[in-house]
């Protein structure tokens, strides 16, 4: 795993940035909290799951409604990048598992930027690579 540098006077890394936000969403993902899932997302986020494109955190709650109870993501963060001082771009692997079929194992690059309240995904976007 790259770490990203660390800016002066105490800013955190981009890793522990994209943790404090990818813990949230996993830990929501695993309770199959749809609702808290969305709320993670900025008002304009573009989500791209395996299924059609949505925007906002409404359609990030519809999309995790729909998905199997016991469905929990299991992740790791390849690279980062910082894009500017509110903007982090993570590039991971993920392996969601499931009770009743084999895991699925995916790419997925997040960016996530820093709002009024806090930090929160503006866009999603996972890959099937094999």
């Known amino acids: 795993m790259r770490v990203g540098w660390v800016k002066m006077w105490g800013m955190t890394t981009e890793t522990e940035i994209l943790r404090s936000v990818l813990d949230q969403w996993k830990s929501a993902v695993d309770a199959h909290e749809p609702e808290r899932v969305g709320a993670l997302f900025t008002e304009d986020a573009i989500f791209q799951g395996l299924h059609p494109y949505s925007v906002g955190p409404a359609g990030v709650a519809t999309y995790y409604a729909a998905q199997p109870l016991g469905m929990s993501p299991a992740y790791e963060i390849r690279e980062t990048r910082r894009l500017a001082d509110d903007t982090v771009l993570g ?26 309240d806090d930090w929160r995904i503006a866009h999603y976007q996972v890959s099937k690579l094999s």
């Open 91 to 116: 590039y991971l692997s993920v392996d969601f598992s499931f009770v009743d079929r084999p895991t699925l194992n995916l790419s997925l690059c997040v960016i996530v930027r820093r709002t009024a």
